[in-house]
């Protein structure tokens, strides 16, 4: 009996603690694990099962990701070694549900900067040396557009050490600034 109580109140636990509440405008929905790792959102009359499997440490939070003035849902995944994974479901209001956005969940440790209406992923890598953070604002139709590029690259010839900045403008390299950083 007492181990069945351990049981009950590890997923009563782990249930309230990914419990939180997002408003839309004059609704508000409930969002919690609904069944075993998934995660829905509820507004009281309906429902919403979001295509998620969730686990214990997984954080959720309410934010409006793509600036539309809508409360979207984010699920940040523990980290694996430095990168950082998301599950981004934006509130589509003619469909009135969350619907997952595969490009905005590829980013690897999102970050929203709501004063410049741009989303980042700011740990892309390849090697020690080749690491760079790529920005994107929202175009008027919604659509997300590369608008920069940073970071770091080494010569395999050399050993020589750089870092550049690629500005862009409708999709297109507009400005590219390269600095070496270190003599070998």
């Not at 007492?2 to 939180?20: E, V």
């Not at 539309?68 to 479901?89: A, C, E, K, L």
């Not at 934006?90 to 989303?119: G, T, W």
Request: charged share 25%.
């Amino acid at each position: 009996m007492k181990f069945i109580a351990t049981i009950l109140s590890t997923i009563l636990i782990s249930q309230a603690a990914l419990a939180l509440e997002c408003t839309e405008k004059n609704k508000k929905y409930q969002v919690t694990e609904c069944k075993i790792n998934k995660l829905c959102a509820t507004d009281g009359n309906r429902n919403i099962e979001l295509s998620q499997d969730i686990s214990a440490g997984d954080k959720i939070e309410c934010k409006d990701v793509n600036f539309d003035g809508y409360q979207d849902i984010i699920v940040s995944h523990p980290p694996s070694g430095q990168v950082q994974f998301s599950s981004v479901f934006l509130y589509d209001k003619s469909k009135d549900e969350y619907v997952k956005n595969d490009k905005i969940s590829n980013l690897p440790c999102l970050q929203i900067d709501k004063s410049r209406r741009m989303v980042s992923g700011t740990c892309f890598s390849s090697s020690n040396c080749d690491k760079w953070i790529e920005q994107y604002k929202y175009r008027s139709d919604g659509e997300l557009q590369l608008s920069l590029i940073k970071g770091t690259y080494c010569e395999p010839s050399t050993g020589n050490a750089f870092s550049y900045t690629e500005t862009y403008k409708n999709s297109r390299i507009f400005k590219k600034q390269v600095k070496r950083l270190n003599d070998k």
